[in-house]
């Protein structure tokens, strides 16, 4: 399972630290990721990475948010910097996980619970 943790309440300019921390029956976590919803809006993603370390953001959070692994690969951070009103929503963790050697090659996707991000003006 995936548990996210470090939402809350912040003024617009300043920032707050996501993690996600995977626990079970894990042989390997390959793409991991964040994704957000905000209210009336479909869930977008935010950002990624690839067990190698490549990254990739949406564009309305480039140069502000940066995603990383922890070195046991299991967990995930999101730096959020110069937070806008616009980046209030839910954020949820995302992992495609092989749970065991015969799942390798076919890993499932697993979502964290979401967890509120509320940038005030």
């Known amino acids: 399972q995936l548990q996210a943790f470090g939402g809350g309440l912040v003024q617009a300019g300043g920032s707050l630290r996501l993690s996600c921390a995977a626990s079970g029956s894990i042989f390997s976590i390959y793409d991991m990721g964040w994704y957000r919803q905000a209210p009336g809006r479909e869930r977008e993603l935010v950002a990624g990475?690839?067990?190698?370390?490549?990254?990739n953001y949406a564009e309305s959070v480039k140069g502000r948010f940066i995603i990383s692994r922890g070195n046991a690969k299991n967990t995930v951070y999101l730096q959020m910097n110069s937070l806008k009103p616009e980046d209030t929503a839910f954020y949820y963790c995302?992992?495609?996980?092989?749970?065991?050697?015969?799942?390798?090659?076919?890993?499932?996707?697993?979502w964290g619970q979401g967890t509120l991000v509320t940038v005030s003006s």
């Open positions: 995302n992992a495609q996980i092989a749970p065991d050697f015969e799942s390798r090659y076919r890993p499932s996707d697993f």
């Open positions: 990475i690839t067990k190698s370390g490549s990254r």
